[in-house]
């Protein structure tokens, strides 16, 4: 271990539960946004996935993966 230099901490730990937003609900306020915006942000490229059932269907999200693609989004990459 070298001396002087400071050591970051450790990356914290997301159980898969609470890496995953369950509605529109959650994912619009994880991103700080209405629901239709995030409903519209789907036809255009937001990661959002469905679990159909017989009549509607669920939606869900992965936070690393809407994270990943507001990086995305924000350096230009489509």
């Known amino acids: 271990m ?3 230099k400071p050591q970051s901490p450790p ?4 159980s898969p539960a609470t890496e995953m937003l369950d509605s529109w609900k959650e994912i619009a306020a994880y ?5 239709s915006t995030v409903r519209r942000w789907e036809k255009e490229g937001l990661p959002v996935h469905r679990h159909t059932h017989k ?4 939606v869900y999200a992965h936070k690393s993966e809407i994270d990943v693609c507001g990086m995305m989004a924000r350096t230009g990459w489509r």
Do not use: N, Q, S
């Open 11 to 14: 990356e914290p730990f997301e």
């Open 55 to 58: 009549r509607k269907a669920t």
């Open 2 to 4: 070298a001396v002087g």
């Open 31 to 35: 991103l700080k946004r209405d629901e």
